[in-house]
């Protein structure tokens, strides 16, 4: 399994993330955390596509709205075509409820375990990825919703990883104050979790995990 996740953005370490692709330049980026919020949504798809086209990458928008009632099977070929997916920040239970109405919840748990694609992404990109999420409605209003979404919240996290990340910790953003709380909240459940100031990354490289500052 290959992961890079960031507090924010592509984060300062971004040859660590062409070592994990190892040359392949075919990527997805997934914006759906935002579909609630339209002039973000965009000004992060320009800059981000921007910005993994710069480090070489070939990128399309994956939109996720696209597959709700597909089947999973197409989507998991397609997928199987790409060696990246990078995953925008945004409402986190959004962003999850987009996962599972389009499947992809369960294709990227699959792939990764198969370890045919790098899983990439920031703030709520690496939410989604926990086992459970609460604590993240500190941070995240679990009832946004955007059109073609279900109302129900999806508690349940895509359970990637065996801790919880605190994206934004001690970082100049206004998700800040609400870190400490979020990180509050784990201590007082026993749960373990990292932190990550922006520009920090997290690498998970098979058995390997490490933060690099």
Not at 48 to 57: D, R
Not at 97 to 109: E, L, N, P, Y
Not at 177 to 185: G, L, N, P, Q, V
Not at 194 to 206: H, P, S
């Amino acid at each position: 399994m290959r992961l890079y996740l960031s507090s924010f953005k592509i984060g300062n370490h971004p040859e660590r993330l062409a070592d994990l692709t190892d040359g392949g330049k075919k990527a997805v980026f997934i914006v759906n955390a935002l579909d609630y919020k339209l002039e973000s949504r965009n000004k992060f798809l320009a800059s981000e596509i921007q910005m993994l086209g710069e480090l070489g990458y070939d990128v399309e928008e994956l939109d996720l709205r696209m597959w709700f009632g597909k089947k999973e099977k197409d989507l998991e070929e397609y997928l199987r075509t790409k060696n990246l997916v990078w995953v925008n920040g945004g409402n986190s239970f959004l962003l999850r409820r987009a996962m599972k109405q389009s499947g992809f919840d369960k294709i990227i748990t699959k792939l990764l375990k198969e370890d045919v694609i790098v899983y990439a992404g920031f703030s709520a990109g690496c939410a989604v990825l926990h086992k459970d999420l609460h604590g993240i409605d500190i941070t995240d209003d679990p009832y946004i919703l955007a059109e073609g979404y279900h109302k129900n919240v999806e508690w349940v996290g895509l359970d990637i990883i065996d801790f919880n990340i605190v994206t934004h910790f001690d970082s100049n953003q206004n998700e800040s104050d609400e870190s400490r709380k979020e990180m509050k909240f784990y201590k007082d459940n026993n749960i373990p979790f990292k932190t990550l100031r922006d520009g920090e990354v997290l690498i998970v490289n098979g058995k390997n995990v490490e933060i690099i500052k």
